[in-house]
């Protein structure tokens, strides 16, 4: 990923807020060098490995559980939120631009095929998602059901040895341009708009 220092994120704390807030991302493999994706719920792990490590599961029918087993690393990305920004927010001279961050993670897979290491996968990602619920839903299955269901899902890992976070938020404009910025965002009805402002609220210095 293309990242001017101005955009370049370190932060631990911003970078998995990012992932653990957005996790629904994009596994990228490229098995022949053909590019690959899947849009999927993933796990993250911050205290697992020298880097974290996520957690997932897709369809069998989908072929890129198969480009997994072949050790190659692979990439997750992670989308946050992200906005248009007017040049007439500026007060210096300025051009349209987009407003975004994002986190990408990439690593070493490992296949999760076993029944019973797939069926505390499951639970494990169904008790995260429902947890807030009112009423949080449970796997309440048979044996032969679940079977039936781990069957029909190939779950995996991946252990990360690369970490880049992109916060492009206006840091290379002057101070008061990015403060107009997160005030014209801050007033709007969308609240990924406001999303960005409060990032952006975040990084200026």
């Given amino acids: 990923m293309y990242i001017p220092e101005f955009f370049k994120e370190t932060n631990p704390e911003r970078i998995f807020s990012l992932v653990e807030s957005n996790s629904f991302g994009m596994l990228v493999t490229a098995p022949d060098g053909v590019p690959f994706v899947s849009h999927l719920p993933f796990l993250f792990e911050r205290s697992t490995g020298s880097q974290g490590r996520l957690l997932g599961h897709m369809a069998r029918a989908n072929p890129q559980w198969q480009h997994l087993s072949s050790g190659s690393e692979v990439l997750?990305?992670?989308?946050?939120?992200?906005?248009?920004?007017?040049?007439?927010?500026?007060?210096?001279?300025?051009?349209?631009?987009?407003?975004?961050?994002?986190?990408?993670?990439?690593?070493?897979?490992?296949?999760?095929?076993?029944?019973?290491?797939?069926?505390?996968?499951?639970?494990?990602?169904?008790?995260?998602?429902?947890?807030?619920?009112?009423?949080?839903?449970?796997?309440?299955?048979?044996?032969?059901?679940?079977?039936?269901?781990?069957?029909?899902?190939?779950?995996?890992?991946?252990?990360?040895?690369?970490?880049?976070?992109?916060?492009?938020?206006?840091?290379?404009?002057?101070?008061?341009?990015?403060?107009?910025?997160?005030?014209?965002?801050?007033?709007?009805?969308?609240q990924t708009e406001v999303a960005v402002a409060k990032l952006m609220s975040g990084a200026i210095k």
């Avoid at 939120?81 to 961050?101: E, F, K, R």
């Avoid at 029944?115 to 619920?133: A, D, P, Y």
């Avoid at 404009?173 to 910025?181: G, N, S, Y």
């Fill in 76 to 190: 997750a990305v992670f989308q946050g939120p992200h906005a248009y920004v007017s040049p007439s927010w500026h007060l210096s001279t300025g051009v349209p631009t987009w407003n975004y961050s994002v986190v990408h993670l990439r690593g070493k897979p490992r296949l999760i095929e076993g029944e019973f290491e797939l069926r505390v996968l499951v639970e494990q990602l169904t008790h995260v998602h429902e947890s807030h619920m009112p009423s949080p839903y449970k796997l309440n299955l048979s044996d032969v059901q679940y079977s039936k269901l781990l069957n029909m899902v190939v779950g995996f890992e991946i252990e990360i040895t690369d970490i880049q976070g992109k916060f492009k938020l206006s840091q290379n404009r002057p101070l008061e341009d990015q403060r107009r910025v997160v005030e014209a965002l801050s007033q709007s009805s969308n």
